[in-house]
T-cell receptor
């Protein structure tokens, strides 16, 4: 069984450039989560979708960040323009069930983003 | 105050000992808690989840939830060097799907 798929695995870019991270959730899962992990702030929830609809985006740092889920099998997280402080590992996770917080979240391998 | 708090460690225990990892939370309405293990450079993976007060056992792992005192713990019996990792406590704080603590790094000394 394929787990959560993320691409790219590593991204190095320069400040001011646009960055797009991609995620394919596990087939049949109806909730998708984007997290950011840094040493300083730990694992932070940025946004989560249920049935392709954004439910809570209060963790999105600022307007430079946007996320979309055009269908049940694909989501993107975009940063425009990127800044050095955006450097982190970005995880995508998915889960099934109506109440996502009661169900196991399966994490993808993460995208390590470095903004120079 | 963070919604879910953990001691960052490192917590060092000898092989074969019991490792005790603790987590406190601020939202009394929180219903469910998850323990994830994360090896360095890897993604988190679920170890245990607990919804009810009391203990829940699964092999060498026991999760404990005390809603009155607002703490969750994870006990690892017969600790092995392969248990060395960062353990993340995640709670349903009501406002979001899960809020995670900053994680406790566990080192099991052979």
């Amino acid at each position: 069984d394929a787990g959560v798929i993320q691409s790219p695995r590593h991204e190095v870019t320069e400040m001011g450039q646009e960055v797009t991270l991609r995620c394919k959730p596990i087939s049949g899962h109806n909730s998708l989560f984007w997290y950011r992990q840094t040493m300083m702030r730990g694992l932070e929830l940025l946004i989560y979708f249920n049935n392709n609809v954004p439910i809570d985006d209060s963790g999105m740092p600022e307007d430079r960040f946007s996320a979309k889920m055009p269908n049940a099998s694909f989501s993107t997280l975009k940063i425009q323009p990127s800044e050095p402080r955006d450097s982190a590992v970005y995880f995508c996770a998915s889960s099934s069930g109506e109440r996502s917080s009661y169900n196991e979240q399966f994490f993808g391998p993460g995208t390590r983003l470095t903004v120079l | 105050q963070k919604e879910v708090e953990q001691n960052s460690g490192p917590l060092s225990v000898p092989e074969g000992a019991i490792a005790s990892l603790n987590c406190t939370y601020s939202d009394r309405g929180s219903q469910s808690f998850f323990w994830y293990r994360q090896y360095s450079g890897k993604s988190p993976e679920l170890i245990m989840f607990i919804y009810s007060n009391g203990d829940k056992e699964d092999g060498r792992f026991t999760a404990q939830l005390n809603k009155a005192s607002q703490y969750v713990s994870l006990l690892i019996r017969d600790s092995q060097p392969s248990d060395s990792a960062t353990y993340l406590c995640g709670g349903d704080t009501g406002r979001r799907a899960l809020t995670f603590g900053s994680g406790t790094r566990l080192q099991v000394q052979p």
